[in-house]
């Protein structure tokens, strides 16, 4: 909860009467009363205010009606849940306009590729919209098999298995493989989806730095032997930092340790490696040097879902019994397993769209580091990510590029520290040079003018 946030819950709180009382005795001594006997009746929301006055939806409320004030009063178009129309390509519709989209991580392309769409078309036919039920208990759709055969086989693993979401992808298995009295070390950029995971399994969750071996050694040599099962949890490429995660190097600390080693590739795979089989391709890794591969469909492969790659009988295990992302759990829709499919054979046909992203990225990089940009920590990914401290600043320059035709997000805490606020650039194989280069001289000035804001709004 940010600082703003918490000031505000306090006030709600203290205006509710909530804390523990207390009187002064005679001599001079405070008595403190039993805590529910200091306490004045509770109060009665009524039928739909059960949470308008919970701290995290107060706070949230007043945020995006500030924002929506400012963007009013200056009269500056709001980037923040803008309405477009079409796909979510490097070109958009929106504001009746055509605008260079930066904001979708549809690294590939392949979203709208004709094939891809061919094949959601053709098994929303076959299969309808919905599989309508788990796969345990109405019956496989071949669709799903293949799919998972072939991400086995891209990690040279026993098995795999298709979810409906990345994120509960990672959340469900680690709430279904630890719990109390097990750990999981984590990157302390690990995505909330992991956090969730930890919460949910009841386990503990230890931090070691960023992409640091050294960090994590010292953290297994404290505390390993402290618990029974133990999982390092690492990302192939950091969706905020565009930092390339030390999969290989980490992984061999883990197994010093005898922890097991799960691996986020959502924003990896069909990004690194040669043919864009992801991090285990990128550093020549086995398949068994991590327990658990974990990746989405909705990013490089134009889909939607999430997926994880591992040993036979853990998948075999996990479809039967795993809550949230398997057992008695919604299958994904066929149109999203064909579509991923398709992608798959796009990939494999067309390496070189994987060359073009990175040729992309590097151009986009060298771009704005000759244009003096705060880059932060990224490596000249797909992701990068430029720094623009403070709320309103971010905000000012997402909506001056909206303004002259180009659409990138920002980002403010609690998703990155105060003080670390940026706008994330995601690259795609369909950018072409022009777009590129005209973006980057767009979000140089952009960047001087937040300079010249009042300190009040720059803050």
Not at 79 to 98: E, K, M, Q
Not at 206 to 226: A, C, E, T
Not at 330 to 345: F, K, R
Not at 424 to 444: K, P
């Amino acid at each position: 909860m940010t600082e703003s946030a918490r000031d505000l819950a306090r006030k709600l709180l203290a205006g509710n009467g909530i804390g523990n009382g207390g009187t002064t005795a005679g001599n001079g001594v405070k008595e403190t009363k039993p805590v529910a006997a200091s306490r004045p009746a509770r109060p009665r929301r009524g039928p739909g205010r059960q949470f308008t006055d919970h701290p995290d939806v107060a706070a949230a409320v007043m945020k995006q009606s500030a924002i929506a004030a400012v963007y009013e009063q200056s009269g500056m178009p709001n980037p923040l849940f803008l309405p477009r129309t079409g796909s979510n390509d490097t070109v958009i519709r929106a504001l009746d306009t055509d605008l260079v989209n930066f904001s979708a991580y549809n690294y590939l392309g392949l979203s709208s590729h004709p094939g891809v769409v061919r094949a959601a078309k053709e098994a929303l036919d076959q299969y309808g919209a919905s599989a309508s039920a788990s796969r345990i208990v109405s019956g496989e759709i071949p669709l799903y098999g293949r799919l998972e055969q072939r991400l086995a086989g891209i990690y040279d693993v026993g098995d795999a298995m298709v979810t409906t979401s990345g994120y509960l992808t990672n959340a469900g298995v680690i709430g279904f493989l630890l719990r109390e009295g097990d750990v999981a070390f984590c990157d302390s950029l690990i995505h909330g989806s992991v956090v969730s995971g930890t919460q949910w399994a009841g386990c503990r969750r230890i931090n070691f730095r960023h992409n640091d071996p050294d960090s994590l050694r010292s953290v297994l040599k404290m505390s390993r032997s402290g618990f029974d099962r133990a999982l390092v949890v690492v990302e192939g490429h950091y969706s905020m930092d565009g930092t390339v995660g030390r999969v290989a190097e980490l992984a061999a600390i883990a197994r010093e340790f005898d922890c097991a080693v799960m691996v986020d590739e959502a924003h990896s795979f069909g990004v690194f490696g040669p043919t864009g089989h992801g991090i285990r391709e990128h550093f020549g890794m086995a398949g068994a040097d991590v327990d658990i591969w974990m990746g989405t469909l909705s990013k490089a492969l134009g889909s939607v879902g999430g997926f994880i790659a591992a040993d036979s009988d853990l998948i075999g295990a996990m479809k039967s019994s795993a809550p949230g992302v398997a057992m008695l759990t919604g299958a994904p829709a066929p149109s999203g397993i064909a579509a991923a499919l398709a992608g798959l054979d796009v990939l494999e046909a067309e390496p070189e769209r994987v060359t073009r992203l990175w040729d992309n990225a590097r151009l986009f990089d060298a771009a704005l580091r000759e244009r003096e940009l705060n880059l932060g920590d990224s490596q000249g990914t797909p992701i990068l990510p430029v720094i623009v401290p403070g709320e309103l600043r971010a905000g000012f320059v997402s909506a001056t590029l909206l303004q002259r035709g180009v659409y990138a997000g920002a980002i403010s805490a609690p998703a990155v520290p105060v003080g670390k606020e940026r706008l994330r650039f995601f690259i795609t194989s369909e950018h072409t040079e022009q777009q590129l280069l005209s973006t980057a001289d767009l979000l140089a000035e952009a960047v001087t003018m937040s300079d010249q804001l009042p300190a009040a709004m720059a803050d």
